[in-house]
């Protein structure tokens, strides 16, 4: 409405004579869609004129065979006629061969925008459309058109000359607008780059509207950007960024205002010649301290302000008469243009901080694993000579019940440590349920007796008691030990740490059609009714003391329904409600016959053994003298090394069969040591085993490609590494050899 407001005060201002009466212009509007075109209707009736709806490009013809439009708004994707056929028909007809056309479409590329330009188009407008943009747009063309009939109808005699003077100057003058409109379009469309997009501006107004401009944009996304100032001196066009600061007063105050009042400001100032902003550069101040006609147009979008345009003539504009309705268009078409570079600009910002964070969760991955093979090794390492000092005493200690009690619950212990361990070091492995079970043929009932043992510690020291109700035969399963062991101690050890002290925890195993039930029974707090359905999520805890006395981290629970499910069976939980204590009950299927397994056979005793010699190299000293007496006692000579350098200084004179060698020693690693062991002539046909606390899958391969046969973790199990050395043996036919002094 404000752009048909200038050009009718132009009307009023300017043209002879008087019209009249009111009079109403045609404006067609043509889309086979009627909700479309109820839309249309309702944003342009407030121009107050005659509105013509059609459904299709023939009814469009028909209706221009009638009667002269103002401007056509053309629906791109009709049927039987689209948008672009029907506009090449108008053209064909005289009386519509200069009515502008505007095009109506949800997607406009390059190819089609040309396409539409060719036939005539003064401006393509996307839908849905924003009714304060097409009501301006239309608004333009209908002014136009009222100014050309009013010159015509006054015109008589020699003014019947000057008003077809000047309604060739309007036509013109209406197809140099549409003409530049389309340009602007199209070079506004052109970059999704801040400062290319204000450069492009600059280009269209400098110095084709004006001799001086400023273009600023406000929007946060934009960040802090300098204000981009341009003008022309001299024939030539001068444009640079200037900080906001160094701006003249005068045009900060005109740029403030058309911001916060969201409408064009004019401003004129009466300077004394020469006097302009010295904190500009000397080619913009002197022009502006030229010109006193300031005007402002925010740059909206919808209710937000993404900037301002400002502008300034020396009076000489060819423009002058539409001067405001084109600062206006463009400063409509710019801020979609800038609108264009925000978004783009955020999407950027968001990959970019999405690559980092990955890039950053991608080091944590890394640092996490770095940190796990080293916590390995160091946990795994003190492991190791605990392992072997039980086997040394277990061969060397005199027969007695006692003692083999103590080794059993030792070697028992020990077993379990080492598989929490590992199980505690893989973290991704447990939170992703990715646990290989080590399945062979089982009694439960040693199972449950194993897990109770585990357990047995800390139900002594709350002073509970522990009944245990098992089948009296063996009940044989498909499983892993070690895993159905955690099963019944984690569930044991939740009762205890749940039920006040001298209280009873009760245990029973039956067999229910060919499936094993183990209940665990305890009279402790119970389980809250809101707790209950998720006790088995991870983290999931019920409520605890200040003292923090039950302890734990929620994943108990959850681990141990995770391998009852890995068995083919489940874990339920049943609770009356809070202190009324708790029953968790663990079913397994595929009970066996109830008969001893082959490997209950007790195997025969080995034949006597040829010694060989062979080399330990750990700079864990107590480790070194574990391995190397448990290997003296299965008859062979051993040496230790502390290092590297000692270990190959060693090898030659010692002509060791086997090298068992650590990974982690000083000076030289153990991969170093293997390649150069592996160089020597003597050390092509040596055994050579790593025993290491790095247990991951990059270690084993490490090994390998530094020339190791065999890869064993700490602490690793005596008969597995005798076994693979006897079967070196045997494959190799290694005879004995004398040992050198």
Not at 37 to 55: A, D, H, S, W
Not at 114 to 123: C, E, K, Q
Not at 653 to 679: E, N, S
Request: include cysteine.
């Amino acid at each position: 409405m404000q752009v048909a407001r200038s050009l009718s005060d132009f009307l009023v201002n300017e043209s002879p004579g008087d019209a009249g009466g009111e009079e109403k212009a045609n404006i067609l509007i043509v889309d086979d869609l009627p909700e479309k075109l109820l839309v249309f209707q309702t944003v342009l009736e407030e121009l107050g004129q005659n509105l013509v709806p059609v459904q299709s490009g023939a009814a469009a013809l028909r209706e221009i065979l009638k009667r002269e439009f103002a401007v056509i708004l053309l629906d791109v994707n009709m049927p039987e006629i689209d948008g672009f056929e029907t506009a090449a028909l108008i053209r064909k007809h005289r009386r519509s061969a200069h009515t502008p056309i505007i095009f109506i479409t949800s997607y406009a590329d390059e190819v089609q925008t040309a396409r539409g330009y060719s036939l005539g188009a003064v401006d393509y407008i996307l839908s849905p459309v924003v009714p304060e943009i097409l009501r301006s747009k239309v608004g333009v063309f209908v002014s136009l058109y009222l100014m050309t009939r009013q010159i015509r109808r006054q015109a008589d005699g020699k003014a019947a000359v000057l008003a077809a003077e000047a309604a060739r100057r309007i036509a013109e003058e209406n197809d140099r607008c549409s003409a530049f409109l389309a340009r602007a379009s199209r070079m506004l469309s052109g970059s999704l780059q801040a400062e290319v997009a204000m450069n492009q501006c600059a280009e269209l107004l400098i110095p084709e509207l004006a001799s001086f401009a400023l273009i600023q944009l406000t929007d946060p996304d934009f960040g802090q950007a300098e204000p981009l100032v341009a003008s022309v001196s001299e024939g030539r066009v001068y444009a640079s960024r200037q900080p906001e600061a160094d701006l003249d007063p005068l045009l900060r105050e005109t740029m403030k205002d058309a911001i916060d009042a969201r409408e064009r400001r004019a401003v004129q100032a009466i300077r004394a010649p020469g006097v302009g902003s010295p904190a500009l550069e000397l080619i913009h101040a002197r022009r502006l301290s030229t010109l006193n006609s300031f005007m402002a147009v925010p740059l909206l979008l919808g209710e937000r302000v993404l900037g301002a345009i400002l502008i300034a003539t020396d009076g000489e504009s060819p423009w002058k008469a539409h001067l405001s309705m084109l600062l206006e268009e463009i400063a409509t078409r710019a801020a979609s243009a800038f609108e264009n570079v925000r978004l783009y600009g955020v999407l950027q910002r968001e990959v970019h901080e999405r690559m980092a964070a990955q890039e950053e969760l991608q080091e944590s991955n890394q640092r996490k694993d770095e940190f796990l093979a080293m916590m390995s090794h160091e946990l795994r390492n003190p492991l190791a000579p605990i392992q072997m000092a039980v086997e040394v005493v277990r061969r060397t200690a005199a027969p007695h019940p006692k003692v083999a009690w103590a080794i059993d619950i030792a070697n028992r212990q020990l077993r379990q440590m080492t598989r929490l361990i590992e199980e505690l070091l893989d973290v991704t492995r447990i939170s992703q349920g990715k646990i290989v079970l080590k399945r062979e043929r089982m009694d439960l009932n040693a199972v449950i007796s194993q897990g109770v043992e585990t357990v047995h510690g800390l139900i002594q020291s709350r002073r509970q008691k522990l009944s245990v109700d098992l089948p009296p035969h063996a009940v044989w399963l498909d499983g892993d030990v070690a895993r159905l062991t955690q099963v019944v101690a984690n569930l044991l050890h939740n009762a205890s740490k749940y039920s006040p002290e001298e209280t009873t925890i009760s245990l029973h195993s039956r067999i229910v059609d060919e499936e094993v039930v183990v209940s665990v029974v305890d009279h402790g707090m119970g389980i809250d009714p809101e707790l209950l359905p998720r006790i088995f999520d991870l983290f999931a805890q019920g409520k605890r003391g200040l003292d923090r006395s039950q302890g734990g981290l929620g994943v108990g629970l959850t681990l141990a329904r995770r391998l009852a499910q890995l068995h083919g069976g489940d874990v339920e939980v049943f609770s009356a409600g809070f202190d009324k204590g708790s029953e968790f009950r663990v079913r397994l299927p595929g009970v066996m016959p109830d008969n001893p397994p082959p490997g209950a056979v007790m195997a025969a005793v080995p034949l006597r053994k040829e010694a060989l010699r062979i080399l330990v190299v750990d700079d864990n000293h107590d480790a070194a003298v574990a391995i190397a007496a448990v290997l003296e006692l299965d008859g062979h000579e051993v040496r230790v090394s502390r290092d590297g350098q000692q270990a190959l200084a060693e090898l030659a004179g010692f002509r060791a069969q086997v090298v068992i060698l650590d990974i982690g020693l000083p000076v030289l690693d153990g991969y170093q040591v293997a390649r150069r062991i592996r160089m020597l002539p003597e050390g092509k046909d040596i055994l050579l085993i790593a025993l290491t606390g790095y247990g991951q899958s990059s270690d084993r391969q490490a090994a390998t490609d530094a020339g190791f046969d065999r890869h064993f973790v700490k602490p690793a199990d005596t008969v597995l590494m005798l076994g693979c050395i006897d079967e070196w043996r045997a494959r190799a036919g290694a005879a004995p050899q004398p040992a050198s002094n």
